[in-house]
Protein backbone atom coordinates (compact mmCIF):
# COMPACT_ATOMS: atom_id res chain seq x y z
CA UNK A 1 0.00 0.00 0.00
CA UNK A 2 1.47 3.35 -0.88
CA UNK A 3 1.19 6.62 1.40
CA UNK A 4 1.67 9.53 0.41
CA UNK A 5 2.34 12.80 2.93
CA UNK A 6 2.32 16.06 1.48
CA UNK A 7 4.11 18.94 3.33
CA UNK A 8 5.13 22.63 2.69
CA UNK A 9 1.51 24.44 2.29
CA UNK A 10 0.62 27.48 4.46
CA UNK A 11 0.07 31.58 3.60
CA UNK A 12 2.10 33.34 1.16
CA UNK A 13 1.33 36.67 -0.27
CA UNK A 14 1.22 37.41 -4.23
CA UNK A 15 4.17 37.31 -5.76
CA UNK A 16 6.20 35.07 -3.16
CA UNK A 17 6.64 31.86 -3.20
CA UNK A 18 5.63 27.84 -1.78
CA UNK A 19 7.21 24.98 -2.11
CA UNK A 20 4.99 21.71 -1.64
CA UNK A 21 6.69 17.93 -0.69
CA UNK A 22 4.61 14.51 -1.59
CA UNK A 23 6.59 12.03 0.43
CA UNK A 24 5.93 8.24 -0.53
CA UNK A 25 5.88 5.05 1.05
CA UNK A 26 6.00 1.36 -0.18
CA UNK A 27 7.28 0.71 -3.81
CA UNK A 28 9.75 2.04 -5.64
CA UNK A 29 8.88 5.75 -6.49
CA UNK A 30 10.88 6.08 -9.52
CA UNK A 31 8.15 3.46 -11.37
CA UNK A 32 5.49 6.10 -10.59
CA UNK A 33 4.16 9.31 -11.79
CA UNK A 34 3.69 12.34 -9.55
CA UNK A 35 0.48 14.27 -9.81
CA UNK A 36 -0.27 17.64 -8.30
CA UNK A 37 -4.23 18.92 -7.74
CA UNK A 38 -6.10 21.72 -6.19
CA UNK A 39 -9.54 22.06 -4.94
CA UNK A 40 -10.71 25.21 -4.02
CA UNK A 41 -13.76 25.93 -2.19
CA UNK A 42 -16.87 25.42 -4.09
CA UNK A 43 -14.62 24.44 -7.09
CA UNK A 44 -13.84 21.02 -8.56
CA UNK A 45 -10.89 19.53 -7.94
CA UNK A 46 -8.58 20.88 -10.92
CA UNK A 47 -5.20 19.53 -12.62
CA UNK A 48 -2.36 21.35 -11.70
CA UNK A 49 1.35 19.63 -13.06
CA UNK A 50 2.30 15.97 -13.56
CA UNK A 51 5.72 14.43 -13.62
CA UNK A 52 6.71 10.80 -14.83
CA UNK A 53 9.65 9.83 -12.61
CA UNK A 54 11.05 7.53 -15.19
CA UNK A 55 10.68 9.58 -18.46
CA UNK A 56 11.11 12.97 -16.58
CA UNK A 57 7.93 14.32 -18.78
CA UNK A 58 6.24 17.09 -17.42
CA UNK A 59 2.85 18.89 -18.11
CA UNK A 60 1.44 21.88 -16.68
CA UNK A 61 -2.06 23.48 -16.13
CA UNK A 62 -1.90 26.68 -18.53
CA UNK A 63 -2.75 28.60 -15.38
CA UNK A 64 0.02 27.97 -14.02
CA UNK A 65 2.90 27.24 -16.85
CA UNK A 66 5.99 29.31 -16.14
CA UNK A 67 5.05 30.14 -12.38
CA UNK A 68 4.68 26.42 -11.00
CA UNK A 69 7.93 23.65 -11.44
CA UNK A 70 7.58 20.01 -10.87
CA UNK A 71 10.47 18.08 -9.80
CA UNK A 72 11.29 14.86 -8.19
CA UNK A 73 13.88 12.91 -6.40
CA UNK A 74 14.33 9.46 -6.44
CA UNK A 75 16.36 8.87 -3.41
CA UNK A 76 14.49 10.59 -1.65
CA UNK A 77 11.01 8.49 -2.63
CA UNK A 78 9.18 12.28 -3.03
CA UNK A 79 8.32 14.88 -5.38
CA UNK A 80 8.29 18.54 -5.35
CA UNK A 81 5.80 21.36 -6.69
CA UNK A 82 7.65 24.69 -6.90
CA UNK A 83 5.09 27.53 -6.78
CA UNK A 84 6.49 30.98 -7.62
CA UNK A 85 4.80 34.15 -8.75
CA UNK A 86 1.74 33.13 -6.45
CA UNK A 87 -1.36 34.50 -7.20
CA UNK A 88 -4.54 34.87 -4.54
CA UNK A 89 -6.51 32.43 -7.20
CA UNK A 90 -3.94 29.64 -6.30
CA UNK A 91 -5.13 28.95 -2.77
CA UNK A 92 -6.81 25.76 -2.65
CA UNK A 93 -6.31 22.84 -1.09
CA UNK A 94 -3.04 21.05 -2.94
CA UNK A 95 -3.21 17.30 -3.41
CA UNK A 96 -0.55 15.10 -4.50
CA UNK A 97 -1.24 11.49 -6.07
CA UNK A 98 0.49 8.50 -7.98
CA UNK A 99 -0.42 6.12 -10.28
CA UNK A 100 2.31 4.10 -12.40
CA UNK A 101 4.57 5.45 -14.98
CA UNK A 102 2.70 7.48 -17.29
CA UNK A 103 1.41 11.24 -15.79
CA UNK A 104 -1.71 11.73 -16.70
CA UNK A 105 -3.74 14.69 -15.82
CA UNK A 106 -7.39 13.34 -15.17
CA UNK A 107 -7.94 12.83 -11.72
CA UNK A 108 -9.53 9.49 -12.40
CA UNK A 109 -6.13 8.30 -13.31
CA UNK A 110 -4.46 8.40 -9.99
CA UNK A 111 -5.19 5.46 -7.58
CA UNK A 112 -3.07 6.40 -4.36
CA UNK A 113 -4.05 10.62 -2.91
CA UNK A 114 -2.34 12.23 -0.20
CA UNK A 115 -4.35 14.26 2.89
CA UNK A 116 -3.89 17.79 0.96
CA UNK A 117 -2.58 20.47 2.47
CA UNK A 118 -3.34 23.81 2.07
CA UNK A 119 -2.21 26.84 0.44
CA UNK A 120 -3.53 30.54 1.36
CA UNK A 121 -2.30 33.40 -0.57
CA UNK A 122 -3.14 37.05 0.14
CA UNK A 123 -3.34 40.01 -2.22
Known amino acids: QVQLVESGGGEAQAGGSLRLSCAAS????????VGWFRQAPGKEREFVAAIGLSSGRIAYADSVKGRFTMSGDNAKNTGYLQMDDLKPEDTAVYYC????????????????WGQGTQVTVSS
Open 26 to 33: GRSFSNYA
Open 97 to 112: AVRMVIPAMSQYDYVH
